[in-house]
Structure formats: C-alpha cells, structure tokens
Antibody, heavy 119, light 108 residues
Framework: EVQLVQSGAEVKKPGESLKISCKGS????????IGWVRQMPGKGLEWMGI????????RYSPSFQGQVTISADKSISTAYLQWSSLKASDTAMYYC????????????WGQGTMVTVSS | DIQMTQSPSSLSASVGDRVTITCQAS??????LNWYQQKPGKAPKLLIY???NLETGVPSRFSGSGSGTDFTFTISSLQPEDIATYYC??????????FGQGTKLEIK
C-alpha cells in the first residue's frame, strides 16, 4: 500500500525548535516530489514548499521562504519540515503529500501533524 | 503570482441536488487545475486532475470542466457523504502551487 505516515502531534513554546517527519512506503520514495501544506485552524490550504528526495532539490513558496526548512533523508524514505524558532502563528495542521509527475496532482497525503505553539 | 478565486465560499444544498463550484485564475493556466475534497478532521483527497479527469476510484457523480481561466466542479446528484470542503488548486512547472479559498458544502 502506498502511504505517507507523519509524526505525531506536537505542543511547543514560542522560540523552541521543531522538526516533523513524513515517511513514505509502498513506492519509490526517491522518484516523487513531496510537498508540505499548512492548514491553520478553521482556514484553507496553503502550499509551503516541495522537495525531490532523489537529489534534495527544494522549492519554497515565497510566503514560507526563510520561515521553515524542508529536507529529506532518502536512506530512510523520510521528508522533514522544521522550524528554528516557533511562533504562536505557526499553530496549524501540517500535511505532507506526494506529487504525481504526470499531472502535478498531490495524489497521496499523510494524515497530518498538528503543531500547537503556546506559552 | 497566479491568484485563484473560488466561489461560493459556502453552499447549502439538498440530497439529490446538482452542485456547482467555480474557480477562476488570474491568468491563463491551460488545464493545470486539480480539485480536492476535505472531510472534517481528514486529509484532502484528490478527486479531479488536469481540470476534467476523474481520479481512479472516485464516483462518477463528480466531474470537472474548463480551461484557460475559468473552471467548474460539479456534483451531479449530492449524497450525504459528500459533505466536505472542496478546493481547487493550480500548478505551474516551477513547481509552484496555489489553492483556492475553499467551498464548504453543507446539506440543507
């Protein structure tokens, strides 16, 4: 079964760092881009960036450039999203999703990781 | 940057109704548009790709059309399990993606 499994919910304080993960299985992880999508509470979907695990080529939305870092470890089929200093406004659900090359659709989604930042 | 304007933002309809959602791009995006369904508390699910192609396993009551700047998503006969928020999404070859604001669909 093709799937993306994300790490569990996190509760952090402002200023703390965080790295969440997205592990792929059931397909060639290095052959598909993995994107990250933010959904703030009660709001819509926002594309953050995307990485190609085969060579770690990474692209960011201008809205998120410099705010987060996307990385991948192809040896363990895992992509990451990290913050060096969290803010309360980073509170959101974060999804990873696999990009299907033939039509640029996100065809497989992780279950989401809820990040709560509160003092 | 390409902007996507999705409407309406919310919609109430009865079981069996035909439901239509529109998405307008700020510039020509050819057929580079996908549609997703997100049920409460769940991850989004791909329904339509390249504007009009039904994803495998998705019921045929869902359809999409359009090209250029104007796109339409239709549910031909609304079912109770279709209650969700629907999003359009455009893409370019950067790759770069933009989602519409979403349409929350409720049963009347």
């Amino acid at each position: 079964e093709v799937q993306l499994v994300q790490s569990g919910a996190e509760v952090k304080k402002p200023g703390e760092s965080l790295k969440i993960s997205c592990k792929g299985s059931g397909y060639s992880f290095t052959s598909y881009w993995i994107g990250w999508v933010r959904q703030m509470p009660g709001k819509g979907l926002e594309w953050m960036g995307i990485i190609y695990p085969g060579d770690s080529d990474t692209r960011y939305s201008p809205s998120f450039q410099g705010q987060v870092t996307i990385s991948a470890d192809k040896s363990i089929s895992t992509a990451y999203l990290q913050w060096s200093s969290l803010k309360a406004s980073d509170t959101a659900m974060y999804y990873c999703a696999r990009r299907r090359e033939r039509d640029d659709a996100f065809d497989i989604w992780g279950q989401g990781t809820m990040v709560t930042v509160s003092s | 940057d390409i902007q996507m304007t999705q409407s309406p933002s919310s919609l109430s309809a009865s079981v069996g109704d035909r439901v239509t959602i529109t998405c307008q791009a700020s510039q020509d995006i050819s057929n580079y548009l996908n549609w997703y369904q997100q049920k409460p508390g769940k991850a989004p699910k791909l329904l339509i790709y390249d504007a009009s192609n039904l994803e495998t396993g998705v019921p045929s009551r869902f359809s999409g059309s359009g090209s250029g700047t104007d796109f339409t998503f239709t549910i031909s006969s609304l079912q109770p399990e279709d209650i969700a928020t629907y999003y359009c999404q455009q893409y370019d070859n950067l790759p770069r993606y933009t989602f519409g604001q979403g349409t929350k669909l409720e049963i009347k």
